[in-house]
């Protein structure tokens, strides 16, 4: 690619999680190719900045939103010399074919997508721009998919979907425990996501995008989005010799015991969009790790049985309110945040998550010891690709291995989200970066991909050299779990059947 004025363009710069992302920006790296300043005066560089060059600039379609945005970032970062500003029109693709055409990578923030994404996502792949954002509205993904992925191939353009909380934690992790386990001869059978502890607030946009594709998406289009294969490359399922994996894909809901975090958990709100996205990277086989017979499943931690049984009752009470018209309208007028609205301040600086995806594999492994973080060569790992570690077994039966992604000083939602899509963002942007990554390595050379399939190692590298993530894989046994303590009153004894009948029963 002949080299553009910028690295990278955040679309959407005016809106709540646009604007933060552009502060992750200006504090962590400064504009204009500069390095980090010296460490006080008039042109230091903020805590957390690095070394890495970066040419950024802030885009979206109210230029005096925008001069309002970056005027707040330039007094809060005094050590940024100025941000750039284009403008640019969903009802005018010249406006958006001459944004997209000045970067390597345009990162968009500008939801609905299913409203106001389209005109963006035509502009970069005319373009052979490379193309994140952050949408968890799986009608888009798959639009875009349909329309655009064989163009994108041809201009040589990584297109990637749900770069933010949705999806990266469970679509990393589930690619990375598959990866672990297959590195060592052995094949992943089953992933499972879990949300352990976390502190954060609810989305505004997230939530204007789930009515918005509550409320225009056909009943028949809503039954096709029920399937965890919704997203994959030929929208069904891969042909797999273990009957039992289908029922292993099917999503959870009720709550139930998980004897392998010994957690009572609950339905994940989150799955309707994580298990999609896991589900297509299972089927972009030229670089993916998974089994023809691979699952994922997933759900949230809880304090114990009647938190359990309680948090169940009301996603189905919610999700059902959510689903009619005037019950909807209700909820989202006096109850739900609005667009634009979200955490406060303080709830974003102190937030946190940690997100879990436990793999199961097939083989029979010797016990063996040790941890695999994948950002720093460890015993037993080779340097140039740290994931290279024989899991242990834990004697008889299958080997379990853990992801362990931690959100630091970040809610998940906002700021976490935020600092994410950048980071994902920057592995195609940056040249050095995007030469290393998969979705432009030769198997695949562009196209609608997802996080784990298109940025891979590339993407936990940089989480890990963050102040604000950690990413790490290991043996389970050996992995403490942050959730919710259980009262002893709820635990479930060793070898005690579940008490709500599984839809996911592990092998």
């Not at 809503?222 to 069904?236: E, N, Q, T």
């Not at 010797?366 to 941890?371: F, L, T, Y």
């Not at 963002?425 to 198997?443: F, I, N, V, Y």
């Not at 609608?448 to 590339?458: D, E, N, W």
């Amino acid at each position: 690619m002949a080299a553009r004025e910028y690295n990278l363009i955040i679309w959407g710069g005016s809106g709540f999680t646009g604007r933060l992302a552009a502060e992750y920006l200006a504090r962590k790296y400064t504009p204009g190719g500069q390095s980090a300043g010296p460490s006080n005066g008039p042109g230091a560089a903020a805590p957390g900045a690095t070394s890495e060059s970066v040419r950024w600039a802030i885009a979206g379609r109210d230029r005096a939103k925008l001069e309002v945005v970056r005027d707040g970032i330039l007094k809060k970062h005094p050590h940024v010399q100025g941000i750039d500003i284009l403008v640019g029109s969903s009802d005018d693709p010249a406006s958006l074919e001459a944004v997209a055409s000045k970067a390597n990578t345009v990162l968009s923030f500008a939801g609905p997508f299913a409203s106001f994404g389209m005109p963006l996502v035509d502009a970069c792949v005319k373009c052979g721009t490379d193309y994140c954002d952050v949408t968890g509205e799986p009608t888009f993904i798959r639009a875009v998919v349909d329309k655009h992925d064989a163009a994108a191939k041809k201009a040589g353009a990584c297109i990637v979907n749900c770069v933010g909380y949705d999806s990266i934690p469970w679509d990393l992790g589930a690619w990375a425990v598959a990866t672990y386990l297959r590195k060592a001869g052995d094949e992943c059978t089953l992933a499972v996501g879990h949300v352990g502890e976390s502190k954060g607030g609810i989305s505004g946009g997230t939530v204007a995008s789930a009515v918005n594709l509550l409320a225009t998406t056909p009943l028949a289009t809503l039954r096709a989005m029920s399937s965890p294969h919704f997203l994959a490359a030929s929208g069904k399922p891969a042909p797999s010799a273990d009957p039992d994996a289908a029922a292993r894909w099917k999503t959870q809901s009720s709550f139930m015991y998980d004897k392998d975090v010994k957690r009572w958990t609950m339905p994940s709100i989150m799955a309707g969009i994580n298990t999609k996205v896991v589900g297509r990277s299972a089927s972009l086989a030229p670089s993916a790790p998974y089994a023809p017979n691979f699952a994922y499943n997933e759900s949230d931690l809880c304090s114990g049985v009647g938190a359990a049984a309680t948090g169940t009752a009301a996603i189905g009470f919610f999700g059902a309110m959510l689903m009619f018209p005037p019950t909807r309208w209700l909820l989202t007028s006096t109850l739900l945040p609005k667009p634009g609205q979200g955490p406060s301040e303080n709830m974003r600086e102190t937030g946190f998550a940690h997100v879990y995806v436990v793999g199961t594999g097939k083989a029979n492994l010797p016990p063996s010891s040790g941890r695999s973080d994948q950002s720093e060569a460890g015993p037993g790992t080779d340097a140039a690709d740290p994931t290279n570690q024989t899991p242990p077994g834990s004697g008889p039966g299958p080997a379990k291995v853990v992801a362990h992604m931690e959100f630091k000083n970040a809610d998940p939602g906002y700021k976490g989200t935020a600092a994410l899509a950048v980071e994902a963002a920057l592995c195609l942007a940056l040249p050095t970066e995007r030469a290393k990554t998969p979705g432009h390595g030769k198997e695949l050379g562009g196209g609608c991909l997802t996080p784990a399939v298109a940025l891979g190692q590339v993407l936990v590298d940089r989480l890990n050299r963050s102040d604000t993530f950690a990413f790490e894989v290991g043996p389970l046994k050996d992995t403490v779990i942050r959730g919710e303590e259980e009262g002893e009153e709820e635990r479930e004894e060793e070898g005690e059947e579940r008490s709500a009948a599984p839809l996911n029963p592990k092998p």
